[in-house]
Antibody, heavy 116, light 107 residues
Framework: EVQLVESGGGLVQPGGSLRLSCAASGFTFSSYSMNWVRQAPGKGLEWVSYISSGSSTIYYADSVKGRFTISRDNAKNSLYLQMNSLRDEDTAVYYC?????????WGQGTLVTVSS | DIQMTQSPSSLSASVGDRVTITCRASQSVNSYLNWYQQKPGKAPKLLIYAASSLQSGVPSRFSGSGSGTDFTLTISSLQPEDFATYYCQQSYNTPRTFGQGTKVEIK
């Protein structure tokens, strides 16, 4: 069974940093690209970042470019999102999602709250 | 970036009703269009991929159609468990943009 489990969310002050993790199991993690998608409270889905299976290709949404860094460790079956210079508008539930030509599996999400 | 526009933003329907949600892309996405269902407090779930292919385990009352810029998600007979928010998403290019969502509520 495919499982994606996010962790690392929490309350952080504006300008602060946080590192999210996504632990994958039930599939060959190193063969799949991965994404981060977020959802602000009461709002829709926003794609955040993409990383290819071997980390050679990485993309970011304009809203997080230069502040967020996606990475992965295929030996640990783990995906990461380093978030720096956090802003109020980064408050959201952050999901990791497996990427084929669609997002076929999602984690349960981890809540990031940016507030003073 | 490709903009995805769904209509309506919300609708009220009764159990057994036929429900149709539309999604329009700001430029052609060929058939690279996916539909997701999201229930409150839960992660989105893939329903339809490549415009009309049913994801494994999804009931056959869900169907998708369209190509190019105009797409439709149809629920042939609405069931109690179908009350949720539905999102379209293009996977033609990056960023993988989503529509704003359509909330299906109980009438």
């Amino acid at each position: 069974e495919v499982q994606l489990v996010e962790s690392g969310g929490g309350l952080v002050q504006p300008g602060g940093s946080l590192r999210l993790s996504c632990a994958a199991s039930g599939f060959t993690f190193s063969s799949y690209s991965m994404n981060w998608v977020r959802q602000a409270p009461g709002k829709g889905l926003e794609w955040v970042s993409y990383i290819s299976s071997g980390s050679s290709t990485i993309y970011y949404a304009d809203s997080v470019k230069g502040r967020f860094t996606i990475s992965r460790d295929n030996a640990k079956n783990s995906l990461y999102l380093q978030m720096n210079s956090l802003r109020d508008e980064d408050t959201a539930v952050y999901y990791c999602a497996r990427a084929t030509q669609n997002f076929d599996y999602w984690g349960q999400g981890t809540l990031v709250t940016v507030s003073s | 970036d490709i903009q995805m526009t769904q209509s309506p933003s919300s609708l009220s329907a009764s159990v057994g009703d036929r429900v149709t949600i539309t999604c329009r892309a700001s430029q052609s996405v060929n058939s690279y269009l996916n539909w997701y269902q999201q229930k409150p407090g839960k992660a989105p779930k893939l329903l339809i991929y490549a415009a009309s292919s049913l994801q494994s385990g999804v009931p056959s009352r869900f169907s998708g159609s369209g190509s190019g810029t105009d797409f439709t998600l149809t629920i042939s007979s609405l069931q109690p468990e179908d009350f949720a928010t539905y999102y379209c998403q293009q996977s033609y290019n990056t960023p993988r943009t989503f529509g704003q969502g359509t909330k299906v509520e109980i009438k």
